[in-house]
């Protein structure tokens, strides 16, 4: 069985300051991470993906995310953010053999002027 | 390529009728997907097709139905809608399982009063 858990469900931070999205995952299979983003009234997005490869993931956007075993984390970063990163962010798992993708209950992130 | 378009964007329904949620691919993925998005509860899957003919239900399958005559098209039906389908949906496909980037539709916004 597989699940995410996103610790937060509205984080606020200041323009400029660091972004950090908590996702932590529970898989009995190798994991598949992902994390999606969704702007208002639109459909999700991939913003970047670790998929067994490197454990430092570079996304679009200036995003990164480090896959740590040990932890059962994949958690979200963005060192300076900026208005247009206001949107919600889901974090997802799925496994090698997996059809299906498993969501959080997603963070919603705004920034402050 | 357009990518995965919906329609309607909108729709309002009075209880106990019933519509269909169109939704088409030019990807040709073999893996299509419904899902609903509620406050809070991120995304739940609905239905989901593995190719032309073959559909399996998702974790909130009652009150819908899917059917899979193409590689394209994937709609879902809601017979007798209720109250607690308000919601939005969204269709997504993949080319692959496991790892591979879903791509999601703008979302139809269902009311059901």
């Known amino acids: 069985a597989q699940s995410v858990t996103q610790l937060g469900s509205h984080v606020s931070v200041s323009e400029g300051a660091l972004v950090l999205l908590r996702c932590n995952y529970s898989?009995?299979?190798?994991?598949?991470l992902f994390w999606y983003v969704q702007y208002p009234n639109q459909g999700l997005q991939l913003l970047l993906k670790?998929?067994?490869?490197?454990?430092l993931v570079k996304g679009i956007n200036g995003f990164e995310a480090e896959f740590k075993k040990s932890e059962t984390s994949f958690h979200l970063t963005k060192p300076s953010a900026h208005m247009s990163d206001a949107a919600e962010y889901f974090c997802?798992?799925?496994?090698?053999?997996?059809?299906?993708?498993?969501f959080g209950t997603g963070t919603r992130l705004q920034v402050i002027p | 390529n357009a990518g995965v378009t919906q329609t309607p964007k909108f729709r309002i329904l009075k209880i106990g009728q019933s519509m269909t949620l169109q939704c088409t691919q030019d990807?040709?993925?073999?893996?299509m997907y419904w899902y609903r998005q509620d406050p809070g509860m991120g995304l739940k899957l609905i239905y989901y097709?593995?190719?032309?003919?073959?559909?399996d239900k998702g974790e909130v399958p009652n009150g819908y139905n899917v059917s899979r005559s193409t590689t394209e098209d994937f709609p879902l039906r809601l017979e007798l809608a209720a109250p607690s389908q308000t919601s939005v949906y969204f269709c997504?496909?993949?080319?692959?399982?496991?790892?591979?980037?879903?791509?999601f539709g703008p979302g139809t916004r269902l009311l059901v009063l």
């Open positions: 670790y998929t067994s490869a490197a454990t």
């Open positions: 990807m040709n993925h073999n893996y």
């Open positions: 097709s593995v190719g032309a003919g073959i559909t």
């Open positions: 997802a798992v799925s496994g090698p053999n997996t059809d299906k993708l498993i």
């Open positions: 898989s009995s299979v190798p994991p598949y």
């Open positions: 997504a496909s993949t080319e692959h399982r496991g790892g591979e980037t879903q791509y």
